[in-house]
């Protein structure tokens, strides 16, 4: 059984930053294609990143627009972790944040509990 729990979130002032990890078990991480998501109250949840296994060595990136240039995902395979590393945080970053396992299609399967994240003006 997958298990993801993310810390680090927190209340930081516009244009400041966060790192978020995400600490797996269960699974053998090295191959596992993970990424971050977020929900805003009121709104769905949404994509941030995603780090996609290819077969060899290489890890596929994505970010959404809203967030590219400053924020950047990353893993320790060795330490089963991913990150959520987020620069020139704005208010409109506020949200819930969350890890997730994903599938060959990179629909999530498995999702951590989340940690929030507010941003202030």
């Known amino acids: 059984q997958v298990q993801l729990v993310e810390s680090g979130g927190g209340l930081v002032q516009a244009g400041g930053s966060l790192r978020l990890t995400c600490a797996a078990s269960?699974?053998?991480?090295?191959?596992?294609?993970m990424g971050w998501f977020r929900q805003a109250p009121g709104k769905d949840r949404e994509f941030v990143a995603t780090?996609?296994?290819?077969?060899?060595?290489?890890?596929?990136?994505t970010y959404a627009d809203s967030v590219k240039g400053r924020f950047t995902i990353s893993r320790d395979s060795t330490k089963n972790t991913l990150w959520l590393q987020m620069n020139s945080l704005r208010p409109e970053d506020t949200a819930v944040y969350y890890c997730?396992?994903?599938?060959?299609?990179?629909?999530?399967?498995?999702w951590g509990q989340g940690t929030q994240v507010t941003v202030s003006s």
């Open positions: 997730a396992t994903l599938n060959s299609d990179l629909t999530p399967e498995h």
């Open positions: 269960g699974r053998t991480f090295t191959t596992l294609s």
């Open positions: 780090q996609r296994w290819s077969r060899g060595t290489t890890y596929y990136l």
